[in-house]
């Protein structure tokens, strides 16, 4: 299946920038263009738009192409005229708050992964799980560790609650031992 070209203001109109930007990012090489018919190859220079913009991380190429290739809804105040100005701007003024907002938020969470403030959720989850099962291993072996120490003894309460307490803050001391853990400022 040949690829589906575009023109130039065709992407600008759904990707949401002026023809005149699609132009400079051409000219700039960040975009691909099909030179023998000076049109643009949309899947391609969709990936290259949302990888330049790092837009949609949780997004494929083939998703945004989709919600791409959908015509814009046409978003009106139902008191307004169908066209007035003061609608188009209206919708126009909040659109592009929204995307200021995402581009922001966007940017905050790369910087905080780049400080290293911010960590995946699955590496956490897999060291709680590593951390979990070290601290459930070593509390289910301390009667096996005690048994020997207090087989056939006599021993005094504080004694046994000492051996006791010393065995249980051992395996406890692994909570410690996440690579998440903050470390200790002097």
């Not at 000076?38 to 949302?50: F, K, M, Q, Y």
């Not at 989709?66 to 008191?79: A, T």
């Amino acid at each position: 299946m040949p690829a589906e070209l575009v023109t130039q203001t065709e992407f600008a109109r759904r990707v949401g920038v002026s023809r005149q930007r699609v132009g400079q990012l051409l000219a700039e090489g960040r975009l691909p263009l099909d030179r023998r018919t000076r049109r643009i190859p949309l899947a391609e220079a969709l990936a290259a738009w949302t990888a330049d913009r790092g837009t949609a991380p949780d997004m494929t190429t083939d998703e945004a192409l989709e919600i791409v290739r959908q015509e814009p809804p046409v978003l009106r105040d139902p008191g307004a005229g169908p066209d007035s100005a003061a609608n188009i701007a209206t919708q126009h003024a909040k659109a592009r708050a929204a995307d200021k907002v995402w581009q922001a938020r966007t940017r905050e969470l790369r910087y905080q992964a780049l400080r290293g403030t911010l960590v995946a959720r699955a590496d956490v989850d897999a060291d709680s799980a590593n951390v979990a099962a070290l601290i459930r291993s070593t509390l289910l072996a301390i009667p096996a560790k005690l048994a020997p120490q207090l087989s056939g003894r006599i021993l005094e309460t504080a004694t046994v609650e000492h051996l006791l307490a010393a065995e249980i803050e051992a395996a406890l001391a692994h909570l410690y031992e996440s690579r998440f853990r903050p470390k200790e400022t002097k």
